[in-house]
T-cell receptor, first 111, second 112 residues
Framework: RKEVEQDPGPFNVPEGATVAFNCTYSNSASQSFFWYRQDCRKEPKLLMS???SGNEDGRFTAQLNRASQYISLLIRDSKLSDSATYLC????????????FGQGTELSVKP | GAGVSQTPSNKVTEKGKYVELRCDPI?????LYWYRQSLGQGPEFLIY????????DSGLPNDRFFAVRPEGSVSTLKIQRTERGDSAVYLC??????????FGPGTRLTVT
């Protein structure tokens, strides 16, 4: 079983739609959670951290459920520029900032 | 300011050859990470440096892979006796605080 699991998609949605991505993680000791965005043939970039209380950044809302080991990302009012792969990320075991990435969920926003 | 840079951007090599991939982190970032990303997958952790020392090399797949960071800045990932399965994008990231990692554009390695 992968440490971080995501539905690879693709999710094809029209502009203006609301779309939600989910992810589960296996290590109950994980303490830090993130969503990264990766455009085609580009490097991953931090989209937002995910906190237990949930957090929002403009059209993006992230939620964490520690009991279920589940993380979500909600994108409201989708834009064409939101088309990318969204990577669910948790910190790895041990010292340091090792990150464990999910496979990524591909989003395509159509006009 | 300048971000993380990686050279070369593309490398094609023959099976069995030796390759070196270079990473130049953001100035002042003490932590440096190497990841490997295969097509359709998320990045996979290889090794983490804090300063000059490798603090965690648990992700290196075997002893053909080695990385150094002799002066605590630039790092080189070295792969001996390359195999076709080593073909991937090798990503470097640096950070001042553990989890705010900034990635370079990667080196696309193709082993023929």
């Amino acid at each position: 079983r992968k440490e971080v699991e995501q539905d690879p998609g693709p999710f094809n949605v029209p502009e203006g739609a609301t779309v939600a991505f989910n992810c589960t993680y296996s290590n109950s000791a994980s303490q830090s959670f993130f969503w990264y965005r990766q455009d085609c043939r580009k490097e991953p970039k931090l989209l937002m951290s995910v906190y237990s209380s949930g957090n929002e950044d403009g059209r993006f809302t992230a939620q964490l459920n520690r009991a279920s080991q589940y993380i979500s990302l909600l994108i409201r009012d989708s834009k064409l520029s939101d088309s990318a792969t969204y990577l669910c990320v948790v910190n790895g075991a041990g010292q340091g900032g090792k990150l464990i990435f999910g496979q990524g969920t591909e989003l395509s926003v159509k006009p | 300011g300048a971000g993380v840079s990686q050279t070369p951007s593309n490398k094609v090599t023959e099976k069995g050859k030796y390759v070196e991939l270079r990473c130049d982190p953001i100035s002042g970032h003490t932590a440096l990470y190497w990841y490997r990303q295969s097509l359709g997958q998320g990045p996979e952790f290889l090794i983490y440096f804090q300063g000059t020392g490798a603090a965690d090399d648990s992700g290196l797949p075997n002893d053909r892979f080695f990385a150094v960071r002799p002066e605590g800045s630039v790092s080189t990932l070295k792969i001996q006796r390359t195999e076709r399965g080593d073909s991937a994008v090798y990503l470097c990231a640096s950070s001042l605080y553990h989890y705010e990692q900034y990635f370079g554009p990667g080196t696309r390695l193709t082993v023929t």
